[in-house]
């Protein structure tokens, strides 16, 4: 890869900003496994807050947040109800069923958003099936092209849940980028769950970590299964110091990304040989269908733009705080140039 290749594989590829770097040479540190880093109880707090929830856990990714919470939410041997195409199961190497012994049942999920009736579908009460233990969304959902669950559905599904007894987790990745779609504060998107991964490390550029929101009681026992999994970091201040930063300094510039995303979409639209669902660019990703996605990939790889393939046909552009100004048209133009040329070989 070349130094200026212009990488849209994902958010996750930003580097630390320079404050990030400031704050993390200059973090005051402790011994978190005995919770004595005073930077990560202020990450913590911080997220709590800002998400509406009694407590926080710093975990060092998105998938240990979500495992974490299965595993404390649901017991052994039960159902995890969960958006077809979700991250929880798709992307994380069936760790529920590793870690905590839990199955996924999948519910229909068009644009990344279940029916409440097809998530009371799914709840079991037979006494020949696996129970439901936990019910899950994902928002913005990745998969289905970063698009929002809108709050009433979100609503809607949590009053189902918890007349069912079931708790509730989000799998919030890229919440902050769903409050940002929907123009609302953090707070508002998580209010239906009883708890939340929200990650640091996607749109808002720190280097690394989630943050998993919850009760005090439910973070308790979050803190356990962190250790279990040998999550229990050190003097990991130097680390919840860019999360900080990114807290308070990143959410803004969301809606940035969201409009280089909805430009590049537009332009790509336009292009011979790929197709786009428009109505499905909501926030920082945009999916393409291209034909042959790996060769699609490699052709604007070697002009200088990552993407990552998804699937045989498609590819998928996630827009970032490391953008320069006129990357989306360098990227739009390199596009139309390996469209062309493609197109040319199959005529
Ligand atoms: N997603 C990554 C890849 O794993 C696909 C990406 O580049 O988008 N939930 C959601 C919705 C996610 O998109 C991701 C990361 C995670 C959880 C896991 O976060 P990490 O990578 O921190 O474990």
């Not at 900003?17 to 005995?34: F, I, K, L, Q, S």
């Not at 696996?130 to 669950?149: C, I, M, Q």
């Not at 973070?219 to 250790?227: D, F, S």
């Not at 953008?323 to 469209?339: I, N, P, S, T, Y």
């Amino acid at each position: 890869m070349c130094a200026t290749a212009i990488d849209l594989r994902s958010d996750t590829v930003t580097r630390p900003t320079d404050a990030m770097r400031r704050a993390m040479a200059t973090a005051e540190v402790g011994d978190d496994v005995y919770a004595e880093d005073p930077t990560v109880a202020r990450l913590e707090a911080l997220v709590a807050e800002r998400a509406g929830f009694e407590a926080g856990l710093f975990v060092p990714s998105g998938t240990m947040g979500n495992q974490v919470a299965l595993a404390v939410h649901a017991q052994r041997g039960s159902e995890v109800i969960v958006p077809e195409a979700a991250h929880v199961y798709e992307y994380e190497l069936g760790a529920m069923a590793v870690i905590a012994g839990l199955v996924p049942r999948f519910v229909p999920a068009p644009g990344g958003v279940p029916r409440p009736d097809d998530v009371r579908a799914a709840v079991t009460r037979s006494i020949h099936v696996a129970p439901s233990g936990v019910v899950v969304l994902e928002n913005t959902h990745n998969r289905a092209g970063g698009t929002v669950v809108p709050l009433d559905v979100a609503r809607a599904i949590g009053d189902i849940a918890r007349a069912e007894g079931l708790p509730y987790h989000l799998d919030g990745a890229r919440a902050w980028n769903a409050a940002a779609a929907l123009g609302v504060p953090l707070a508002e998107v998580c209010a239906p769950f009883d708890s939340a991964s929200l990650c640091l490390s996607k749109g808002l550029g720190a280097p690394v970590g989630s943050v998993l929101v919850g009760s005090r009681a439910f973070v308790g026992r979050a803190h356990r299964y962190r250790k279990m999994l040998g999550g229990g970091m050190r003097q990991v201040g130097v680390l919840a110091a860019a999360g900080i930063v990114a807290v308070e300094t990143m959410v803004e510039r969301l809606t940035q990304d969201h409009a280089r995303a909805r430009r590049l979409a537009e332009g790509l639209a336009r292009l011979p040989g790929v197709t786009i669902d428009l109505a499905r660019v909501q926030t920082n990703m945009v999916y393409a269908h291209v034909g042959d996605a790996t060769v699609f990939s490699d052709a604007l790889r070697a002009d200088g733009v990552l993407v990552n393939a998804i699937g045989s046909a498609s590819v998928r552009f996630v827009t970032h705080a490391d953008l320069r100004e006129g990357d989306v048209e360098r990227a739009l133009a390199a596009v139309e140039r390996v469209a062309s040329a493609l197109a040319a070989v199959r005529a």
